[in-house]
């Protein structure tokens, strides 16, 4: 029976005097691949103590390679901490790749669930950029300073309340500059030099300003969004039309249409603040604080969808089933590193003697 078989497949496949031809498809000449340029091709491969082998686009590092992000090798990420726990010594420059390889593979991860997306490699390099530039504007002792510069403001209001004066339109300016200083706000002023900096390789890589948006101000929008007017914009009660919100949007944001505001998400986000910045620094920090806890930031990577939301912006929304892992794990986790470490008392001893 297996001879009669062998033998019928043969006639079947014959060339009409017994010898087997090879199918159709095999004669079809091969298309080659489209090359990918050398800036897109994932030869920056640096080995972290928390992610392992890290593989992101070659032009990741040509931005790791210039001063501006060297600088962070030197900027605590932990600020007095390590004065408590001798561990916590890493910093702003490795949290920021890994933040920017996390970024990278969550595009990667919905891309390639949700191809109708339509997500380019310009969304794939601005988004890790945006995760990779992040925290470039991070002074010494990273968030201790920020409150340092807050309090040039109070004190300013301070001396002027107790000479029993009233502070100039010029002091007033001043001294809503100290309070409202951000680390987002610098890290965009030195992104715009960066970019500057980086102008030729930028452009190679495929990034530019068209009708398909600018990708400079995109960039620097995934950084430092709008948070407050974004929130008014979903808390309206009455419904928009798509052309409304589409207007609404762009009046807001010039990075990228309404279509693709989930990526607004990805590296800071706006609406839950569960984005990569704290899956990095979560993992990060307990690592090297000693806390044996960790959120399994790879399940929500890899099943975290975007869906539309009740006034038609598209988000990131992870699984319904995955509601109490995000509960459990990653906010006992971030409540954990606040009472264990961020919140310690001998920590904010030392950033309340250093700030004096």
């Given at each position: 029976?297996?001879?009669?078989g062998?033998?019928?497949?043969?006639?079947?496949?014959g060339?009409?005097?017994?010898?087997?031809?090879?199918p159709?498809?095999?004669?079809?000449?091969?298309?080659?691949?489209?090359?990918?340029?050398?800036?897109?091709?994932?030869?920056?491969?640096?080995n972290?103590?928390v992610?392992?082998?890290?593989?992101?686009?070659?032009?990741?590092?040509?931005?790791?390679?210039?001063?501006?992000?060297?600088?962070?090798?030197?900027?605590?990420?932990?600020?007095?901490?390590?004065?408590?726990?001798?561990?916590?010594?890493?910093?702003?420059?490795?949290?920021?790749i890994?933040?920017?390889?996390?970024?990278?593979?969550?595009?990667?991860?919905?891309?390639?669930?949700?191809?109708?997306?339509?997500?380019?490699?310009?969304d794939?390099?601005?988004?890790?950029?945006?995760?990779?530039?992040?925290?470039?504007?991070?002074?010494?002792?990273?968030?201790?300073?920020?409150?340092?510069?807050?309090?040039?403001?109070?004190?300013?209001?301070?001396?002027?309340?107790?000479?029993?004066?009233?502070?100039?339109?010029?002091?007033?300016?001043?001294?809503?500059?100290?309070?409202?200083?951000?680390?987002?706000?610098?890290?965009?002023?030195?992104?715009?030099?960066?970019?500057?900096?980086?102008?030729?390789?930028?452009?190679?890589a495929?990034?530019?300003?068209?009708?398909?948006?600018?990708?400079?101000?995109?960039?620097?929008?995934?950084?430092?969004?709008?948070?407050?007017?974004?929130?008014?914009?979903i808390?309206?009660?009455?419904?928009?039309s798509?052309?409304?919100?589409a207007?609404?949007?762009?009046?807001?944001?010039?990075?990228?249409?309404?279509?693709?505001?989930?990526?607004?998400?990805?590296?800071?986000?706006?609406?839950?603040?569960?984005?990569?910045?704290?899956?990095?620094?979560?993992?990060?920090?307990?690592?090297?604080?000693?806390?044996?806890?960790?959120?399994?930031?790879?399940?929500?990577?890899?099943?975290v969808?975007?869906?539309?939301?009740?006034?038609?912006?598209?988000?990131?929304?992870?699984?319904?089933?995955?509601?109490?892992?995000?509960?459990?794990?990653?906010?006992?986790?971030?409540?954990?590193?606040?009472?264990?470490a961020?919140?310690?008392?001998?920590?904010?001893?030392?950033?309340?003697?250093?700030?004096?």
């Amino acid at each position: 029976h297996a001879g009669r078989g062998l033998a019928a497949r043969g006639a079947l496949m014959g060339n009409g005097d017994g010898g087997v031809v090879e199918p159709a498809a095999a004669k079809r000449p091969r298309v080659a691949p489209r090359p990918v340029p050398p800036l897109l091709r994932e030869e920056f491969m640096p080995n972290d103590s928390v992610h392992g082998l890290m593989s992101l686009p070659s032009l990741a590092g040509v931005v790791v390679d210039t001063r501006i992000f060297q600088r962070m090798r030197f900027i605590q990420q932990l600020g007095m901490c390590h004065f408590v726990f001798p561990g916590a010594v890493h910093k702003r420059f490795f949290h920021s790749i890994g933040t920017a390889f996390l970024a990278h593979q969550l595009m990667k991860s919905v891309t390639l669930r949700q191809p109708e997306l339509d997500v380019t490699s310009r969304d794939m390099l601005c988004v890790m950029l945006a995760g990779l530039c992040h925290d470039l504007g991070h002074p010494c002792y990273s968030h201790m300073f920020e409150r340092f510069m807050h309090r040039q403001g109070e004190l300013k209001r301070a001396q002027a309340a107790k000479r029993g004066q009233q502070l100039s339109p010029d002091e007033e300016a001043e001294a809503k500059e100290f309070e409202t200083w951000s680390h987002e706000t610098a890290s965009n002023i030195l992104l715009r030099q960066l970019l500057v900096e980086l102008d030729a390789p930028m452009r190679e890589a495929g990034l530019t300003q068209d009708g398909e948006g600018d990708d400079w101000a995109f960039i620097a929008e995934l950084i430092d969004p709008p948070k407050g007017k974004l929130q008014e914009l979903i808390d309206r009660r009455e419904p928009l039309s798509h052309e409304e919100l589409a207007r609404r949007w762009g009046a807001l944001l010039r990075g990228r249409p309404v279509e693709k505001a989930w990526m607004y998400e990805v590296v800071s986000n706006w609406r839950s603040g569960i984005d990569v910045d704290k899956f990095d620094y979560f993992r990060r920090d307990a690592y090297h604080l000693g806390i044996r806890r960790a959120f399994d930031h790879e399940r929500y990577i890899m099943t975290v969808r975007v869906e539309a939301d009740r006034v038609g912006l598209s988000t990131l929304s992870p699984p319904l089933k995955d509601k109490w892992t995000l509960r459990d794990n990653m906010l006992e986790l971030r409540k954990v590193l606040h009472y264990m470490a961020y919140q310690h008392k001998t920590v904010k001893k030392l950033e309340a003697h250093m700030i004096d």
